[in-house]
DNA sequence: TTGAAAGCGGTACCAG
DNA sequence: CTGGTACCGCTTTCAA
């Protein structure tokens, strides 16, 4: 069971007589062939087994009908179901995928970016690492069509599709303080993140609406890899802060800091408020239950309906698409 | 910012003078070319910012540099975990990976090894669907290195490398004995599935051991998808069987049932045990805890690893690899 | 409606 | 050490 020998048009030019030309386009159903012939030759193929090789036809044509997305971390189920839903909105574009994990690195996301760029891909969809600007510079000078998600510049002029996360922050805080809550904590992503920026400015514009002050202090910047948030509540207690409630980044970390507060039987914690971002119990069904923040809009299709106006050329300028969120109750 | 032109091999060549075959190995740290022709073309390479086209070395080499990997659902964070792990296996090996979802249909897969061996990959890792055996007989028609993961087939010969699912079952029923339960429900995947069967064996062959008979109408077995635990333990309630403990398909699926329990607050029912597969806490720290079967060896390295093999030409026979597994306690 | 021929951008092989 | 040349399998273009 070595490795076989692959049918090439070839093959099915010498088993029918017409040459390579005719069964190219025949089995594209080209309508310059002639019915008879397309399905004669259409059978044919199928009885030898031809499948094709995209490596040529990629070559020729300079077309892969693949996009490739590059991500932080798969195996976080948010983006996870991101690809997910990405890979179906493409397959019926006809489109397949290839998948890049960042694990949040600016230096593999930029052999991603060559990896695919050298796939010869027609697309990328980037959730960019964001450290700095330059892997967007170098994927412009490629002149890949690409597409941000979930994360944009605000001083560079790409297409972005990404969250309204600063309506995000607001409904998070907001949610908290209008159940009493005056000391909310906040363990969110970096900075350079725009939605790190972005949600904690929504944490601030609610508390400034509520009339609430901002305790400095109550503000932990963590980074969004797994163990980090623990780590910051873990902090947080050892300071013996006074916090009622917390707005997580995301339910991974809110799962994780109820997990670290369950841990260490701080019992006043027990019962403490918690917000989290991106409804993954829409996903998937868990048994621990509190509000979170998600996206109204269907981001994968969108996405993917952008970028293929990009590969299509039906697209000029860039823009910045953000998408509508709501808080999701228990 | 339209379709920029790539740099070529040719482009290389005009600036420096050298053909365009010297600078292929050139690039290439070919020893056949002088240390110092090797700087000057890289230099060059890099000032042009050239690429490369795995297009056409693809088709002139016959090889991509690239493995699939087709699995059910990506969204679900056990396979998540599971193709991170792959994917830095294979970039180890100086491999990438595309990644194709099956949706748990035959029909899909399918379509995802097609796509695959039209790509040229050089090998493909399939979590199989298992509902017949008519895509692994493609895979050897195509004559493809390829690998099985997670699931095999007890009458074919190839290579696979999965869980001692016996033992797994064993484990989790005989746990729940230990604890003194004689009622213990099984909710499992579907018989045609290597592990949906094996795991109900080892789940009979503890209640033997122990000396607790098996209530038939205690095993479900039930799709592996999103909803389907929760219907499954649904019916039971309704039809008000009386268990005390559960032994569930996957970790996914305990949470569902966990869910679905809570949420019909059937008070005695509330403190149930159960056991679940896959250990999925190692990788996300959830805060709701329960024994969880989990493999100790390094199943995606391990996987890598064979497929690695088989690419270049290094093993032969077929074979299936058992890993073997413990009980994680709370 | 079909055929002939020229590439796409590399790599393999042999010659010098 | 470097150059020449064929060729991978398909698509494109032009001719018949």
Redesign the pocket.
Known sequence: MGPK?????????EKT????????????D?????????KHIREMAKELG??????????????TKTIAVIVGDISNPFFGSQVRDIELAARENGYTIIIYNTGEQTEWEKRAILSAYSRRVDGIILCPVQENKDNILLLQKLGVPFILAGRYFKDMETDAIVWNDIKAGELAASHLAGLGHVNILYIGGPLYISSGTDRLRGFRNAHREKGIPVNENMIRITNITAGASGEAILQVLREGLPFTAVVAFSDLMAYEILYTLENHAYDRYTHISIVGFDDIREKILFPVNFPSIRCIEDEAETCVDILMQKIHGRKNSPSVRFLDVELRLP
Do not use: M
Request: aromatic content about 4%; cysteine-free; hydrophobic content about 35%.
């Open positions: 020998k692959r049918v090439t048009l070839k093959d099915i030019a007589g017409y040459t390579i030309n005719t069964i190219s386009r025949a089995l594209k080209k309508n310059d062939i002639s019915l008879k012939t397309r031809y499948v094709g090789d995209s490596a040529a036809s990629a070559l020729r044509s300079g077309k």
